[in-house]
């Protein structure tokens, strides 16, 4: 049975989420569980497979993006005669307000020779109610979520200075080099470290990240490494996916 759900009441459905619908657990064969904590809506998130974990990076590190939450809900719509119950991957909450409904597959399962029943099954349903609920629905793969390795892999090394607040004391310093960086209008991140006494490197690093991830600075992280040489400037306008930020957590 299709939910008795109108247009207008959906979004206040997705307002009233706090916790996904269902949490993945290893399973028999092996899979891996992926529990991290996201700074973006305070709380640990469960993925049960890595496709899903590198997904979850490419959200957590858009500041377009103001509010997630992964396996969110479950729906039922009529599929050949047959009502079919799914959960979605991720539901997106964006700036700007609007809502997207995620499905991450592998490639392979979603291949038109070799698409099982169930998954063909599974996607016609999300789809249905989505159009019928006039929801964006979105169906992402590692073609998309992996098209830039280079930029995943900088995602993976900055994730954990997230996990840390900025040393005390940075503050007192974060002036002057803000004061440098617009001066020059862009520096690497090893130009700012030696304006910066040793014993607050690692804050500022902290600090650096923190600020890429609300959309403060910008950094060509799709073409160069996230290491001393990176070259970072304020936010000027659109860049990539980066807009302006919101308000710190």
């Known amino acids: 049975m299709v939910n008795d759900l109108t247009i207008q009441t959906i979004e206040q459905r997705f307002e009233n989420i706090t916790e996904p619908a269902w949490y993945p657990e290893k399973d028999r064969y092996g899979g891996s569980l992926w ?37 969110p809900l479950k729906v039922s719509m009529p599929v050949e005669g047959v009502d079919v119950g799914t959960i979605f991957d991720m539901l997106l909450k964006w700036r700007d307000g609007s809502w997207t409904l995620r499905e991450i597959k592998e490639e392979k399962t979603i291949d038109p020779d070799h698409i099982s029943d169930d998954v063909r099954r599974q996607l016609a349903a999300q789809e249905a109610w989505c159009a019928l609920y006039q929801v964006h629905y979105e169906r992402l793969t590692e073609v998309e979520i992996r098209q830039n390795p280079l930029y995943l892999e900088n995602l993976k090394e900055m994730i954990p200075y997230l996990r840390n607040p900025a040393c005390p004391g940075i503050d007192q310093y974060l002036p002057v080099v803000k004061k440098m960086l617009k001066a020059a209008g862009e520096m690497s991140i090893g130009e700012l470290e030696g304006a910066t006494p040793p014993q607050f490197r690692q804050s500022l690093r902290r600090t650096i990240v923190r600020m890429l991830w609300r959309g403060e600075l910008q950094a060509p992280l799709e073409e160069q490494e996230f290491n001393r040489d990176l070259l970072i400037s304020f936010k000027r306008g659109k860049y990539g996916d980066h807009r302006p930020a919101q308000a710190d957590a």
């Not at 993925?47 to 993006?65: A, K």
């Open 35 to 71: 529990i991290v904590r996201s700074l973006r809506i305070k709380r640990k998130c469960h993925f049960q497979y890595e496709l899903e974990h590198d997904h979850w990076l490419l959200v957590e590190f858009n500041p377009d993006i103001v509010w997630f939450c992964e396996h």
